[in-house]
T-cell receptor
Framework: AQSVTQPDIHITVSEGASLELRCNYSYGATPYLFWYVQSPGQGLQLLLKYFSGDTLVQGIKGFEAEFKRSQSSFNLRKPSVHWSDAAEYFCAAPGGKLIFGQGTELSVKP | DTGVSQDPRHKITKRGQNVTFRCDPISEHNRLYWYRQTLGQGPEFLTYFQNEAQLEKSRLLSDRFSAERPKGSFSTLEIQRTEQGDSAMYLC????????????FGEGSRLTVL
């Protein structure tokens, strides 16, 4: 069965530092992959998506993610984190419907 | 495009009462999904519709839960005889049929069962 794993439950970074959030998937075919962000008490907003082609995809708010088939990974990165990036981040892959990872909570230190 | 809207945003109820949530998807989207999210967890799939047909239900959807989409537009999710374990955020999302299935989410309906 398809699954999505986010190994890090909580990450804290300093404002201005770089960020990488990990996502691993288990999927038979070439997957479509997504990253969503959720602010407290809010719904989910799509950050970026990978369908095919270029393995480095750009998203909103300065985020990017790289698809690595050999590692079954789709890690989310940002070169310089802002305090407003503090939120919960979810990786997702289709399995008929979207299957979500457990999420990574990002805290940003001033 | 008004996005996906959900109502009510918050509902507090006593155990044993029935509650109903409504979701209005993006107008041109023919797929509609319900997810449940508890604190510290990712959204868990409950059910989805294509137009008015309910195509899949999760085992999480006990017989106390029922979802409808009678005219292929808005959808309702009803929980009968609520239990404290039903306390969660109920998220609705919609999408088009073709393509890789990017979902557009509403703000969610938070249920608290006392």
């Amino acid at each position: 069965a398809q699954s999505v794993t986010q190994p890090d439950i909580h990450i804290t970074v300093s404002e201005g530092a770089s960020l990488e959030l990990r996502c691993n998937y288990s999927y038979g075919a070439t997957p479509y992959l997504f990253w969503y962000v959720q602010s407290p008490g809010q719904g989910l907003q799509l950050l970026l998506k990978y369908f095919s082609g270029d393995t480095l995809v750009q998203g909103i708010k300065g985020f990017e993610a790289e698809f690595k088939r050999s590692q079954s990974s789709f890690n989310l990165r940002k070169p310089s984190v802002h305090w407003s990036d503090a939120a919960e981040y979810f990786c997702a892959a289709p399995g008929g419907k979207l299957i979500f990872g457990q999420g990574t909570e990002l805290s940003v230190k001033p | 495009d008004t996005g996906v809207s959900q109502d009510p945003r918050h509902k507090i109820t006593k155990r044993g009462q029935n509650v109903t949530f409504r979701c209005d998807p993006i107008s041109e989207h023919n797929r509609l999904y319900w997810y449940r999210q508890t604190l510290g967890q990712g959204p868990e799939f409950l059910t989805y519709f294509q137009n008015e047909a309910q195509l899949e239900k999760s085992r999480l959807l006990s017989d106390r839960f029922s979802a409808e989409r009678p005219k292929g537009s808005f959808s309702t999710l009803e929980i009968q005889r609520t239990e404290q374990g039903d306390s969660a955020m109920y998220l609705c999302a919609s999408s088009v049929t073709q393509g890789p299935g990017e979902l557009f989410f509403g703000e969610g309906s938070r249920l608290t069962v006392l």
